[in-house]
C-alpha cells in the first residue's frame, strides 16, 4: 500500500492506474478505523480493480464545542488495518493541503432542505462542512464509485443529493451498518462510552427495532411512534436530540402512501453522541 499526503501524488498514482484502463473506488474516512469501515474497504474491492481510502479529520464539519480536539486519531494502527484489507493508495492530508486558506473564506458547498433538519438542526454547520470536504476529496480522487456507510443515514442521502444536483461522475453505494454482536453500531465515538455504556447504548438498535415492527403491525400513528420512544430512551437515562421516522429517499415526513420508510435516531450517552437508523419495507 502506497501512502501520499499531497494531492498532486495522489493524482499523480491514479492516473497511472487510468492509463492501465484500471477503475477506482473511494472509501472517505476520519480513521481510528473499526470493522465498519473494513466492510467498506471490502465493498469496494469488489466494485473496482483499485481502492483509494482518506483520512483526514475535518475541522469544518464540527462545531465549536463539538469534539474535534478529543477526536481519536490513530494513523499507525489504521495504516496496518487498510494494508492487511488490501488496500492500494491511503490518501492521508494535512489540514493546511485540505484547507490553503481559511476555510471560512472559501467556497462551500449546501444541500438546501436536507441541512437543517435532523442532526443538522442539532449540528449547525456540520453538513456544510461535510458535504464542502467530500466535494473536494471526489475532486481529488476522481473515482468511478465511492463508498459510504448507512449508519450516517441523513450524509449518504445528503451526499446522493449532492453528486445528483452537481451532475458528479461518480456512483455513490451505500453499504449496511456494521453492529457490534448486542446491536451497537460500530462507530469511532464508541470509543468515548464505558462498557456500561455500550450495553446501555445497545438500546437505541433496540428501540428502532422494536418501532419497526409497530410500522409492520400497522400502526400508523408516527408522532406517537416518535413520542413514545423518544420518552423510553429518556427513562433510560439517554438524551435523544430526536427520535424520527422519514420518507427514505429524501427523509421528508411520509405520507399515508409511502412504504419506504426509515426510523432515525440521534442521542447522547454520556460523553457520545451516537446515531443509528434503521430502513423499513412497508
Ligand atoms: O463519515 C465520515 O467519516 C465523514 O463525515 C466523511 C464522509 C469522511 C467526511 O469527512
Given at each position: 500500500m502506497q501512502t501520499v499526503a499531497f494531492i498532486p501524488d495522489l493524482r499523480r498514482t491514479i492516473r497511472a492506474w487510468r492509463d492501465q484502463g484500471s477503475s477506482v473506488a473511494f472509501v472517505p474516512t476520519m480513521g481510528n478505523l473499526h470493522a465498519g469501515h473494513i466492510r467498506l474497504v471490502e465493498e469496494a474491492k469488489r466494485q473496482a480493480e483499485r481502492v483509494v481510502v482518506s483520512i483526514f479529520v475535518n475541522p469544518t464539519q464540527f462545531g465549536p464545542s463539538e469534539d474535534f480536539a478529543a477526536y481519536p486519531r490513530t494513523p499507525a494502527q489504521d495504516a496496518g488495518k487498510l494494508q492487511?484489507?488490501?488496500?492500494?493508495?491511503?490518501?492521508?492530508?494535512?489540514?493546511?493541503?485540505l484547507y490553503p486558506s481559511d476555510p471560512a473564506a472559501m467556497t462551500f458547498v449546501e444541500v438546501p432542505g436536507l441541512f437543517d433538519d435532523l442532526c443538522g438542526r442539532f449540528r449547525p454547520g456540520h453538513f456544510r462542512g461535510v458535504a464542502t470536504v467530500v466535494l473536494k476529496l471526489l475532486n481529488q480522487v476522481q473515482p468511478d464509485v465511492a463508498l459510504f456507510g448507512e449508519k450516517d443515514y441523513q450524509q449518504l442521502i445528503i451526499i446522493r443529493r449532492l453528486v445528483?444536483?452537481?451532475d458528479l461522475p461518480v456512483r455513490i453505494h451505500g453499504v449496511p451498518t456494521v453492529r457490534e454482536p448486542n446491536g451497537l453500531a460500530m462507530s469511532?465515538?464508541?470509543?468515548?462510552l464505558t462498557p456500561e455504556e455500550k450495553n446501555r447504548a445497545a438500546l437505541l438498535y433496540a428501540h428502532l427495532v422494536e418501532a419497526a415492527a409497530d410500522l409492520r403491525r400497522g400502526e400508523r400513528d408516527l408522532?406517537?411512534?416518535e413520542r413514545e420512544r423518544s420518552a423510553q430512551l429518556v427513562a433510560l437515562g439517554l438524551r435523544p436530540d430526536y427520535f424520527a421516522i422519514r420518507r427514505q429517499d429524501d427523509l421528508s415526513p411520509p405520507g399515508p402512501a409511502d412504504a419506504r420508510l426509515v426510523i432515525l435516531v440521534a442521542a447522547w450517552l454520556g460523553a457520545a453522541r451516537l446515531i443509528d437508523n434503521v430502513q423499513v419495507f412497508l
Open positions: 492487511a484489507a488490501g488496500v492500494d493508495l491511503l490518501f492521508l492530508p494535512g489540514t493546511s493541503e445528483a444536483d452537481l469511532s465515538r464508541n470509543g468515548y408522532a406517537r411512534i
